[in-house]
């Protein structure tokens, strides 16, 4: 099992960035596939990115491609979410989890952070 601690969100106008962190703590981080998923309000939870033990292979949901890029430090027990060019549809709560498996299926990951708000402004 992971604890799972999410940063890094708040408001921000369309057009801006922000970076998301996700420090992680208990068994050895580098043994996990991490994966940024969103939940907006009246809508389902959603796969964004995914990103393997090592960081060599990444994944995305083709409405973040281009603008989003996950990354990981295994020194650092984390995992970040780079946010680009962002839209007003991206608001919603991102949320870090952890899984055995590559891949986007959220039933999978076993290890949730406690999310954190986006919110982008027109």
């Known amino acids: 099992q992971v604890q799972l601690v999410e940063s890094g969100g708040g408001l921000v106008q369309a057009g801006g960035s922000l970076r998301l962190s996700c420090a992680a703590s208990?068994?050895?981080?580098?043994?996990?596939?991490m994966g940024w998923f969103r939940q907006a309000p009246g809508k389902e939870r959603e796969f964004v990115a995914r990103i393997g033990r090592s960081g060599s292979t990444t994944n995305y949901a083709d409405s973040v491609k281009g603008r989003f890029t996950i990354s990981r430090d295994n020194g650092k027990n984390t995992v970040y979410l780079q946010m680009n060019s962002l839209k007003p549809e991206d608001t919603a709560v991102y949320y870090c989890?952890?899984?055995?498996?590559?891949?986007?299926?959220?039933?999978?990951?076993?290890?949730w952070g406690q999310g954190t708000q986006v919110t982008v402004s027109s």
């Open positions: 208990g068994r050895t981080f580098s043994s996990y596939v």
């Open positions: 989890a952890a899984s055995s498996t590559f891949t986007a299926r959220d039933l999978l990951y076993n290890d």
